[in-house]
């Protein structure tokens, strides 16, 4: 039986198997760690990553539940709405503002 996969396993050449996932894990690292800042919310102090690629573009990691920290995000856990949204608040979103403006946060 035939299965289809996005992308071949090199099963069957293992050379080539481990160049790629030797290129994944660098991967990883670059789109998951590389260029993120840690930075605090002034308002209430929840600790996240930030990477802004572009003057539209920001990456936000939480480094803990955000609904433990965020008034917004345990605002939203209580209500029942799912992790993830909204994806900031207006409170990060200004703490971010400010380090972009301050330097802190670079924008390519």
């Known amino acids: 039986m ?19 996932q030797a290129q994944t894990v660098v991967d990883k690292q670059r789109y998951l760690e590389e260029g993120l800042t840690p930075l605090r919310c002034q308002a209430c102090q929840s600790l996240v990553l930030v990477r802004k690629s572009s003057s539209h573009q920001t990456s936000v990691q939480w480094t803990e ?24 608040c207006a409170q990060l979103e200004k703490t971010i503002k400010w380090a972009v403006d301050e330097g802190v946060l670079e924008v390519p």
């Open 2 to 20: 035939t299965t289809w996969a996005k992308a071949p396993d090199f099963a069957d050449q293992p050379a080539r198997r481990a160049a790629v």
């Open 65 to 88: 539940n955000p609904a433990t920290h965020c008034p917004v995000f345990a605002a939203l856990s209580e209500q029942g709405s799912a992790p993830g949204r909204p994806d900031s």
